[in-house]
């Protein structure tokens, strides 16, 4: 049995669990035509009245940046990397510049370029909360590393980037989106199914090692009866009679 146990292998595929008939998916799958696909996206928040101060705004630039040289990292939608557009004149066309300098030197220059990305809509609701205090940034990993064990690789550096980040300011982020969930999911299956070869080695032993008594440690004379005992199931606790 252990031997087999070590040639199971994990399909990393996000399979369909609602039924597509369900009005549920059916919005869901509107939602998706009208938006792309979601599957590969992360979500990372930061709730924090200090944001737009210059120690950790330099510094959240910085894991923006270092988030996106990662393997397997697309693109990342930030604060930092927000962009205002302009009208060429001469070109006669749009133009987009970013609002934030690569590195921000005082508080007075950060504070104008705050002025000018609150002026701009589209980013209220999307990248932040001015009434919570609260900023998004969005990380999009390469759709087919997310059906491969590598994604595994991909969203833990993703995690130990942010961490870091955290313990130097005292901060915590708050993660979602499918990315994060699927491999939660396929990690904690690693570990029941280690746990299950190893339950499995443990009864053999105690089955093998087995050996009757002689004669049983409590007396007992054999009657009619009804037997009742508890057994533990996905669904909750079973109790056969």
Not at 16 to 30: F, G, L, M, S
Not at 60 to 83: D, F, M, N, Q, T
Not at 86 to 98: F, G, I, N, P, S
Not at 195 to 209: K, N, R
Request: glycine share 4%.
């Amino acid at each position: 049995m252990g031997y087999h146990a070590s040639k199971v292998e994990l399909s990393y595929e996000f399979t369909r669990a609602i039924p597509t008939d369900n009005p549920k998916y059916k919005v869901y799958q509107e939602f998706r035509s009208k938006f792309g696909e979601d599957g590969n996206l992360m979500v990372i928040a930061l709730q924090s009245p200090d944001f737009f101060k210059p120690h950790l705004f330099n510094d959240y630039s910085r894991l923006v940046k270092e988030i996106k040289k990662l393997p397997s990292i697309e693109e990342v939608l930030s604060i930092p990397g927000a962009v205002d557009l302009y009208k060429d004149t001469v070109e006669e066309r749009l133009l987009a510049r970013t609002i934030f300098p690569a590195v921000v030197a005082d508080q007075v220059t950060l504070d104008s370029a705050v002025r000018q990305f609150e002026r701009l809509p589209f980013y209220k609701g999307v990248l932040y909360n001015p009434d919570t205090h609260t900023y998004l940034m969005g990380v999009r990993i390469n759709k087919q590393v997310m059906v491969t064990r590598q994604r595994n690789a991909v969203v833990g550096s993703i995690l130990e980037a942010c961490r870091q980040f955290e313990h130097k300011h005292g901060v915590a982020f708050h993660y979602s989106g499918l990315p994060l969930i699927r491999t939660n999911i396929y990690a904690s299956i690693v570990a029941r199914a280690v746990e299950l070869v190893h339950a499995c080695a443990e009864a053999l032993d105690l089955i093998d090692a087995y050996r009757p008594p002689t004669e049983p440690l409590v007396p007992w004379t054999p009657r009619a009866g009804v037997a009742a005992w508890a057994t533990e199931a996905p669904r909750g606790m079973l109790f056969p009679r």
